[in-house]
């Protein structure tokens, strides 16, 4: 049965029997999963991040950008949910599927070497920082270089 709305329920843990109709958000794990809103039964996992889907939640409707493409299902459904409901678009193509995967992959990739650079400037010591250079001090004293 094709789905008009998805009923939002918080958990910490994701069901591994989800109710068709329920959409189950998981903050913990940043993810959250559906049963597809065609009715085929397949499982849908949505992984939240600023390059995968983003949630927004005003107390009582839920909102996740951009829309649900399942592609790699057969029924290739694709839908927005907005407001707990299901706003559904035309189903994709081959051609619309490859592109999403490509420009997703990208986005991805492109948000992890921005968290991988940004962890490495952290990580990288200031030369002339004061403890940094007692540090260096320090250990050529201990090396006895």
């Known amino acids: 049965m094709r789905l008009q709305s998805l009923d939002p329920e918080f958990v910490e843990f994701i069901p591994s029997d989800p109710i068709h109709g329920k959409l189950y958000i998981s903050m913990v ?3 959250t999963v559906h049963l597809c809103a065609c009715g085929c ?5 949505l992984p939240l991040s600023p390059a995968e889907w983003q949630l ?6 839920i909102d996740i950008r951009p829309s649900v493409g399942n592609g790699e299902f057969p029924c290739r459904s694709h839908y ?38 940004d962890r490495t400037a952290e990580q990288t010591p200031v030369v002339g920082d004061r403890k940094t250079t007692r540090f260096l ?8 270089i």
């Open 137 to 144: 001090q320090e250990l050529r004293k201990w090396l006895k």
């Open 29 to 31: 794990y940043a993810t």
């Open 56 to 61: 927004s939640y005003d107390g009582d409707a």
């Open 41 to 45: 039964g397949n499982k849908v996992v």
């Open 80 to 117: 927005w949910i907005s407001g707990n409901k299901i706003r559904w678009s035309p189903a994709l193509t081959g051609t619309q599927i490859a592109t999403s995967r490509r420009r997703d992959a990208a986005a991805l990739s492109a948000y992890i070497s921005s968290k991988d650079s």
